[in-house]
């Protein structure tokens, strides 16, 4: 914990919207600025070191994702030492908004980039696409997206239909098509599972020269959640903010995949729906040898009949 950052591990769970939005406003008053945009967004900045990052969540997303409903920047704060600005939105706006546009034309103008020495943006799904979207405010920031989607315009994606009710958005305007707001950035990395075919999509259009895609494969269409399950997501942003991310750092984190439940069912699933006998009974034997898992098991041993009865053969353990 930094000196004199006590009051950030307040906890805010369990409070009305009203009530938990003034307390937030006062813990970043207390420590840097609060500043409401509109009825639908407000935003918070902690002043603390050299390296900034800024987040965009929901309301929603920080009350289901910490159990003190903080924004997930408050660990980096008190255990790093960053900057951190949160860019806050009441559910799903993709932060398409004239006051947001102008919040970021006002922090331009002021320089405020410059005084730090590694900004980091981040957010996901949504906030994904904020955080590729803003970034441009700050050249050579870093910027790291999980699910992002390029843009809701139909006339580029109307083969998403998850968001109809969104289509009304403009992104066409400034901020708008997020894989050219990345031009500027340092490196930007976009963390999704190919999987998820329309998550994949989005993904694609995102191939530029400083942008790493990181596939996730099994995580499902919550890779986030998974990352935090994970213990993950604190150690990107750490090595993002540092500058020492890379496909082989992610990669070598990502191992933690092998004891998340989600994914080894997830796993499990698609071998079973392209009946792969032995690569289900290597993934079972694995499985049930590190974790108690009563399914794995059970599929296991039905793995070792069939093999009894010659339909394939399971090779001994090395």
Not at 142 to 159: F, N, S
Not at 250 to 257: D, G
Request: charged share 25%; proline share 4%.
């Amino acid at each position: 914990m930094q000196d004199g950052l006590e009051n950030l591990d307040e906890d805010l769970s369990g409070l009305k919207p009203a009530q938990w939005k003034a307390r937030l406003a006062a813990l970043a008053e207390a420590h840097g600025m609060y500043q409401p945009l509109g009825d639908k967004h407000f935003t918070t900045f902690i002043d603390q070191g050299n390296t900034l990052l800024v987040t965009f969540e929901t309301m929603q997303g920080i009350h289901n994702l910490s159990d003190q409903a903080q924004p997930l920047g408050f660990d980096l704060v008190k255990n790093l030492g960053w900057s951190h600005m949160c860019v806050v939105s009441d559910g799903d706006t993709w932060f398409r908004d004239e006051r947001i546009y102008g919040f970021f034309d006002q922090l331009i103008d002021d320089g405020f980039f410059d005084e730090f020495d590694n900004v980091l943006f981040y957010g996901a799904g949504p906030c994904g696409y904020a955080a590729a979207a803003y970034s441009v405010a700050s050249p050579g920031a870093t910027v790291v997206a999980v699910q992002p989607q390029a843009t809701l315009d139909p006339r580029m994606t109307e083969w998403d239909d998850r968001f109809a009710e969104n289509r009304r958005l403009s992104f066409t305007d400034r901020y708008g098509y997020a894989p050219d707001m990345l031009d500027a950035a340092g490196q930007a990395f976009v963390i999704y599972d190919p999987q998820e075919r329309l998550d994949a999509a989005h993904a694609a259009l995102f191939a530029r020269r400083n942008v790493t895609r990181l596939r996730s494969s099994h995580m499902g269409d919550a890779v986030q959640t998974r990352l935090i399950e994970m213990e993950m997501l604190y150690h990107i942003l750490s090595l993002a903010g540092s500058g020492k991310l890379s496909e082989a750092a992610f990669y070598k984190l990502f191992r933690a995949r092998r004891n998340n439940p989600f994914f080894l069912r997830n796993l499990l699933g698609r071998l079973e729906r392209e009946d792969r006998g032995v690569l289900i009974a290597l993934l079972c034997r694995n499985v049930t040898e590190r974790m108690r898992a009563p399914r794995f098991r059970r599929r296991l041993e039905e793995m070792q009949k069939r093999a009894e009865n010659g339909e394939f053969t399971i090779p001994d353990k090395r």
